[in-house]
Each structure stands twice: as structure tokens, then as C-alpha cells.
């Protein structure tokens, strides 16, 4: 028989600091901290997390599985379509915005009026507050430049601009945080491992395991191209609408500028097949926690809330004093001008104009 270990001693194993449970399961080590719990993001139902899907299944598919580059291939088409209709937008709203924006450039002015926005507003103000109609005898194109009053004074208050881009620039948020999300998920995806063989688990509809190769791929197709697309939707959309000079427009327009934004969402809900689109709808991908605070403390106690806000108005500010401050001022110059003299109605009409009106008396 063995000698018996003295009563206060510690057997062996246990002083390595290893304890074997008694019923045989696997050795835990007692320094090792606990593996931390992995979190899932769903995957949302646009086509390019559809093609991070179709990807995930393209690399874990077996031999003689044919049908999944079929699968591979109608994401990829859906993808590609998407990139062409969305940027095919955007190029199309910045052109128009440029054609607006001509017009009322300072090489413009002082071609046509001889006098650049800045000094023609200055014309305007001194008038108004003098009390003195500006007419030929102050300046030779005087009655251009309160044409050009007419224009402008069509939308009665600044601040339906302010409102407007503020309302736009903030709808891009959703998809900024969708851009970040990915970025810090994808890195933290585990390796191809032994107990994850394949990147895909099609009962789990699970992205689980990824190669760096697959992770390059998956931040170029996801959160890069997303990033691509929307910051010039994000500035091209507000130079668009800081350029308009109807009240009526501005709203109606902004609206129209959201269906950017869901071009992919609408390409896969037409497109993908009702199989395809109730997995991506299931789908997620698994990772690493990750700390979207980024280590700030009370972000989420609402100081992120307030850092959103504080710069979706200090951009907002930017687009409309800085880019387009001359303009900005041209267009409060006539509005004085105009309270002073009543500049001659235009023809067209705005029915947000009336509502203005009443709200500023």
C-alpha cells in the first residue's frame, strides 16, 4: 500500500495549481483566467452583409457542392448592382448640386453683377438699414442683384436649412455606427481553428471562424465599400439641400435623398430569393467581445448621445457658414432688405412659405 500523505500536506497536482476533478473531466489550470463569452451581431439584410454571408459559405463549402457558386455568384451580382445604382446616385446628385451651385459662385457674380455675394449683400444691408432703396445710382446691376433677392427670399428663414441638414446628417449616423460595428467585429472573429474548422455553421447560420485573408476580404466588401459610398453621400446630400431655394423643395427633397441610403436594402429585398433572405435575416457573426465605448467612460450614460449631437451640429454649421457662408449671408441680406422695401413676390409659390411667415410674427 501506498503511504498516506501527511494530514496537512497538499497533493501534488493540486500545488501546481491544477485541480482533476473527480470525475475525470479535462484539467482546468486555476491561473488561467475564464475564456471571456463571445458575442453575435446580426447580420443586417443588405446585400453587402449578404455577400459576407455568401462568402463565409463559399469558404466552408465540400467537395461536390456545386450550388454554392451559384450562391457566391448571385451576391456578388447583387453587390455589384448595388455599387453602380448607389454610386450612379450619388454622382448624379452631386452634378446637380454643382449646376445649382454655379449660379452663385463669386466668379459668377463678378462676371455677371461685377460685384462678388459678400459685397452684394453688404449693398443690401446698408440699404436697409439706412432706408434707402439700393437702385442704379448705388450700384449699375442693382436691379440684378434684387432679382436675385426675389430668388433667395422664397425660403423665409434659415433655419429650415439648419433643420433640414441637421435631420440629414443625423440619418447617416445609423449607418456610421454600422461601419464601426463591422470594422471592430471583423478583426475580432476567431481564427480557422480545430474546433472550428470551417467559417460557416449552416445549422447555426453562424459566421464562426474566419483566416486573415478572410477577414481582408470581408472589411474590404463590408465596412470599407460602406465607408466609400457614404461619405460623399453624406456631404454631397447636405450640399444638395443647403443649395435649394424653395422651403417646399428642401423637405421633399431630403426625403427623396433617404432613398439612398436604402438602395440596399431594397435591391435584396427584391432580388434575393425567400430562402436566402430568411437566412440573412437568421445570420450572425460571432466574435470576441469588443468595447464599442472604445474605453470612454459614461459613454453610454448619454456622453455619447451628446458627442453625436454636438457634431452633427458643428458639421451642420460648417456646410452652412463656412462652405456656403457667403450665400448664407446674401440670402439674410435680402430677407432685411426685403422686410424693409417688399421686394415684388415671384411667381412661384411655396405652401411652407405662409407657414413661416406666420410662425416669425
Known amino acids: 500500500h501506498p503511504p498516506h500523505p501527511h ?15 473527480i470525475s475525470g473531466d479535462s484539467a482546468m489550470s486555476l491561473d488561467e483566467p475564464a475564456p471571456e463569452e463571445e ?20 469558404w466552408s463549402r465540400a467537395p461536390g457542392q456545386y450550388k454554392v457558386w451559384l450562391h457566391l455568384f448571385h451576391g456578388a451580382m447583387l453587390y455589384v448592382i448595388n455599387l453602380i445604382v448607389q454610386g450612379s446616385v450619388v454622382f448624379f446628385v452631386w452634378d446637380a448640386s454643382v449646376s445649382l451651385e454655379k449660379p452663385w459662385t463669386d ?29 442704379e445710382d448705388v450700384h449699375q446691376h442693382a436691379a440684378d442683384i434684387l432679382k436675385q433677392c426675389q430668388v433667395q427670399t ?3 428663414s434659415d433655419a429650415i436649412y439648419w433643420i433640414m441638414i441637421f435631420v440629414w446628417l443625423a440619418s447617416q449616423t ?41 477577414k481582408a476580404v470581408n472589411f474590404l466588401a463590408v465596412p470599407f465599400a460602406k465607408f466609400v459610398l457614404f461619405l460623399p453621400t453624406t456631404f454631397v ?20 435623398l433617404q432613398l439612398i441610403l436604402n438602395i440596399d436594402e431594397l435591391l435584396i429585398s427584391l432580388f434575393a430569393l425567400k430562402e436566402a433572405l430568411a437566412a440573412l435575416s437568421k445570420a450572425k457573426i460571432k466574435h470576441k467581445p469588443i ?61 411652407l412659405q405662409a407657414v413661416f411667415r406666420v410662425m416669425e410674427a
Open 7 to 21: 494530514p496537512g500536506a497538499m497533493p501534488e497536482r493540486e500545488q501546481r495549481g491544477v485541480y482533476m476533478p
Open 39 to 58: 458575442q453575435e451581431l446580426e447580420l443586417s439584410t443588405d446585400t453587402y452583409e449578404f455577400m459576407a454571408m455568401r462568402l463565409a459559405q463559399f
Open 107 to 135: 466668379a459668377t457674380w463678378q462676371r455677371k453683377y461685377n460685384v462678388t455675394l459678400f459685397e452684394a449683400s453688404s449693398l443690401l444691408q446698408d440699404a436697409a438699414t439706412s432706408m434707402v432703396p439700393l437702385t
Open 154 to 156: 422664397q425660403v423665409p
Open 174 to 214: 445609423k449607418e456610421w455606427k454600422r461601419i464601426r460595428d463591422w470594422t471592430l467585429v471583423v478583426f475580432a472573429v476567431q481564427p480557422v481553428s480545430e474546433s472550428r474548422p470551417v467559417p460557416f455553421d449552416e445549422g447555426k447560420l453562424l459566421i464562426q471562424s474566419l483566416t486573415p485573408f478572410m
Open 237 to 256: 446630400g447636405a450640399k444638395f439641400l443647403a443649395l435649394q431655394n424653395v422651403a417646399f423643395a428642401i423637405v421633399m427633397k431630403s426625403i427623396a
Open 291 to 351: 468595447d464599442e465605448s472604445l474605453g470612454i467612460p459614461l459613454w453610454f450614460d448619454g456622453l455619447g448621445a451628446v458627442v453625436y449631437v454636438t457634431l452633427i451640429c458643428l458639421m451642420t454649421g460648417f456646410i452652412l457658414e463656412h462652405v456656403y457662408g457667403h450665400l448664407m449671408m446674401f440670402r439674410r441680406s435680402c430677407r432685411l432688405y426685403d422686410i424693409a422695401f417688399n421686394i415684388e413676390e415671384t411667381s412661384e409659390s411655396d405652401p
